[in-house]
């Protein structure tokens, strides 16, 4: 074997002889090792949260045959989507961050940005975004909104749109980051992200909706059951270095 050796050379830095370079590795099999213990207590999750998404369908359900058989008109669907949607937020930012900090105790700034992120960007993909894609699939006729983002005034409420879901998401934060409570907060996440999704499409669309039931009972099923649980549980722990042994109050 060729062995190098390098005559000159000298420990430290250069007029710093005292000072040493410490690097950490992450072995391949502690990196492989953490990403098995994520994926299972995400599939744990999923499993878990799976029968309540389900029961939480079956809700939305009934409530779009009330909808269908009372007439009831969009302009009163898009006021409860809109008033649903920010409350959704509002448990989203909580739980993703009183997770993160949870697991974490992380800085403030940190705090503020993840539970942003993971409220609403997930929300608004799980309300607004999947429940508009879902529509064309249906090949229904459905509008797309981005309410973080719009700035026409909120339904009987004289403020813009994205004052108070922004606003929404701030007070999540605060809570979530003063109080580390994520289980009771994670249920009402659950329903209130599948009423918000059916009401979407009965807001800005159209259609024949009775026959469509069981395709709106999978899709509000989908549209909720990986969005909330990737956005309460994976998504804060990925900023985590390392976990604790709590379990959520």
Same mark, same amino acid.
């Given at each position: 074997?060729?062995?190098?050796?390098?005559?000159?050379?000298?420990?430290?830095?250069?007029?710093?002889?005292?000072?040493?370079?410490?690097?950490? @590795?992450?072995?391949?099999?502690?990196?492989?090792?953490?990403?098995?213990?994520?994926?299972?207590?995400?599939?744990?999750?999923?499993?878990?949260?799976?029968?309540?998404?389900?029961?939480?369908?079956?809700?939305?359900?009934?409530?779009?045959?009330?909808?269908?058989?009372?007439?009831?008109?969009?302009?009163?669907?898009?006021?409860?989507?809109?008033?649903?949607?920010?409350?959704?937020?509002?448990?989203?930012?909580?739980?993703?961050?009183?997770?993160?900090?949870?697991?974490?105790?992380?800085?403030?700034?940190?705090?503020?940005?993840?539970?942003?992120?993971?409220?609403?960007?997930?929300?608004?993909?799980?309300?607004?975004?999947?429940?508009?894609?879902?529509?064309?699939?249906?090949?229904?006729?459905?509008?797309?909104?981005?309410?973080?983002?719009?700035?026409?005034?909120?339904?009987?409420?004289?403020?813009?749109?994205?004052?108070?879901?922004?606003?929404?998401?701030?007070?999540?934060?605060?809570?979530?980051?003063?109080?580390?409570?994520?289980?009771?907060?994670?249920?009402?996440?659950?329903?209130?992200?599948?009423?918000?999704?059916?009401?979407?499409?009965?807001?800005?669309?159209?259609?024949?909706?009775?026959?469509?039931?069981?395709?709106?009972?999978?899709?509000?099923?989908?549209?909720?059951?990986?969005?909330? @649980?990737?956005?309460?549980?994976?998504?804060?722990?990925?900023?985590?270095?390392?976990?604790?042994?709590?379990?959520?109050?």
């Amino acid at each position: 074997m060729l062995a190098m050796t390098f005559p000159h050379w000298k420990r430290g830095y250069p007029g710093k002889p005292g000072l040493r370079l410490k690097i950490t @590795c992450l072995s391949s099999s502690v990196y492989a090792k953490t990403v098995r213990k994520m994926i299972r207590r995400i599939l744990s999750e999923l499993k878990e949260h799976a029968p309540f998404t389900a029961i939480g369908a079956v809700t939305g359900i009934i409530i779009m045959v009330i909808i269908v058989f009372a007439d009831i008109p969009s302009s009163i669907s898009e006021a409860t989507f809109y008033t649903l949607h920010p409350l959704h937020v509002v448990l989203s930012a909580l739980v993703t961050t009183a997770m993160y900090m949870r697991y974490s105790k992380g800085k403030l700034w940190a705090a503020i940005l993840i539970g942003y992120a993971g409220s609403v960007g997930i929300a608004t993909l799980s309300d607004a975004i999947i429940p508009f894609l879902e529509g064309n699939a249906l090949n229904i006729e459905i509008g797309f909104h981005v309410p973080f983002l719009e700035t026409e005034k909120m339904p009987y409420f004289g403020v813009a749109k994205w004052v108070v879901i922004n606003s929404a998401a701030v007070i999540g934060i605060a809570l979530g980051y003063w109080k580390h409570t994520t289980k009771v907060p994670h249920s009402g996440h659950v329903l209130l992200s599948t009423w918000a999704s059916l009401f979407y499409f009965t807001s800005f669309s159209t259609a024949d909706w009775i026959p469509l039931l069981p395709l709106i009972f999978l899709f509000l099923f989908l549209s909720v059951w990986i969005p909330c @649980c990737l956005s309460d549980v994976a998504f804060p722990l990925l900023f985590v270095r390392k976990t604790g042994s709590q379990e959520n109050q």
